[in-house]
């Protein structure tokens, strides 16, 4: 991902709007797919963690699927579309982004560990 300076200075907030709309999409698919994982695994006794996230990162959902996770972003995606000035934009879009990148790098593991 661009650095969010880089975003600022050749997207509109329609173009960064919609690349985290298309990336939410892909972590919401790659999500479906994990907890489809988890619920297998929790039926062989082998999935027995109380939250995907813990409490040092920037999500406030608890939870040991990754859909509810995907709400959170969906809710934070709602909220920098409705920002009424840049600072809030720009504020909403660095948690934001953290959080995509968080959810991408946390199932990617997660599809490696399966495979493991």
Same mark, same amino acid.
Do not use: C
């Given at each position: ?21 298309? /990336?939410?999409? !892909?972590? &919401?698919?790659?999500?479906?797919? %994990? *907890? ?7 039926? #062989? $006794? +082998? ?16 939870? /040991?699927?990754? !859909?509810? &996770?995907?709400?959170?972003?969906? %809710? *934070? ?7 009424? #000035? $840049? +600072? ?27 495979? %493991?």
């Amino acid at each position: 991902m661009l650095p969010l300076l880089t975003w600022r200075i050749i997207m509109t907030h329609e173009q960064i709007l919609l690349r985290l709309k298309e /990336n939410i999409q !892909l972590v &919401y698919r790659q999500s479906v797919d %994990a *907890d489809h994982s988890i619920e297998a695994l929790r039926k #062989d $006794d +082998k999935a027995k963690f109380s939250a995907i996230f813990g409490d040092s990162t920037p999500f406030t959902t608890r939870s /040991n699927l990754f !859909l509810p &996770y995907v709400e959170e972003l969906a %809710a *934070d995606l709602l909220a920098v579309q409705q920002a009424s #000035d $840049d +600072k809030s934009f720009e504020q909403g879009l660095a948690t934001l982004v953290k959080k995509i990148e968080l959810m991408f790098s946390t199932l990617g593991a997660f599809k490696t560990n399966l495979k %493991a």
